[in-house]
């Protein structure tokens, strides 16, 4: 299983970014796929959640309304549109799949909300 991030970089607050994922190894169509994020000092914290089909998803009360998941099963890619960022948006951000009870990260990629 990999899972590798892109996307991320220094952004002023009220801007935006599109992270991506892109999944090999695994059938990636059969699973949720999620998206986390850690600030230094703080604990990870599940961001979204995209279902298989891509028609469901869930968020954190801290970013609904300003970030959207979405996945390309063809590509076998899950995105994180983010919008009206904010400073406290800045974190390391992975993707992560849970595959028959086991937790499958990326690298991680940073995003930065600073003016």
């Known amino acids: 299983v990999q899972l590798v991030e892109s996307g991320g970089g220094l952004v002023q607050p009220g801007g935006s970014l599109r992270l991506s994922c892109a999944a090999s190894?695994?059938?990636?169509?059969?699973?949720?796929m999620r998206w986390f994020r850690q600030a230094p000092g703080k604990e990870r914290e599940l961001v979204a959640t995209v279902t298989t089909d891509g028609a469901g998803a869930n968020y954190a009360d801290s970013v609904k309304g300003r970030f959207t998941i979405s996945r390309d099963n063809a590509k076998n890619t899950v995105y994180l549109q983010m919008n009206n960022l904010k400073p406290e948006d800045t974190a390391v951000y992975y993707c992560?799949?849970?595959?028959?009870?086991?937790?499958?990260w990326g690298q991680g990629t940073q995003v930065t909300v600073s003016s």
């Open positions: 992560n799949a849970r595959i028959k009870a086991l937790a499958y």
């Open positions: 190894g695994f059938t990636f169509g059969s699973y949720f």
